[in-house]
Nanobody
Framework: QVQLVESGGGLVQPGGSLTLSCAAP????????MGWHRQAPGKQRELVAG???????NYVDSVKGRFTISRDNAKNMMYLQMNSLKPEDTAVYYC????????????WGQGTQVTVSS
């Protein structure tokens, strides 16, 4: 069973910054496509930023130029640096890992709350 643990959420003022971390102990981390998703109240979960299995990075348009995703395969860690935060970035942020073997397996962390408010 793959366990994903997010940390780093919190309350921040508009224009501020936060860095989210996702730990994925005990797996062959570099084989997994990884990403950050978020879900705001009353809205569907959306992909914020992610690495494809081929290593390509994608961002949702609303965070381009403000958020940076990174991963450290040696430490089994993924990060999301969030700058210039806006109230509309308020959501629960989830770490996601996926791998295709005989079928596609997808795993989720428990989520971490990010609140952007003055």
């Amino acid at each position: 069973q793959v366990q994903l643990v997010e940390s780093g959420g919190g309350l921040v003022q508009p224009g501020g910054s936060l860095t989210l971390s996702c730990a994925a102990p005990g797996i062959n981390f570099n084989l997994y496509a990884m990403g950050w998703h978020r879900q705001a109240p009353g809205k569907q979960r959306e992909l914020v930023a992610g690495f494809s299995s081929g290593g390509k990075i994608n961002y949702v348009d609303s965070v381009k130029g403000r958020f940076t995703i990174s991963r450290d395969n040696a430490k089994n860690m993924m990060y999301l640096q969030m700058n210039s935060l806006k109230p509309e970035d308020t959501a629960v942020y989830y770490c996601n890992a996926a791998i295709t073997m005989s079928k596609r397996y997808t795993y989720w962390g428990q989520g971490t709350q990010v609140t952007v408010s003055s």
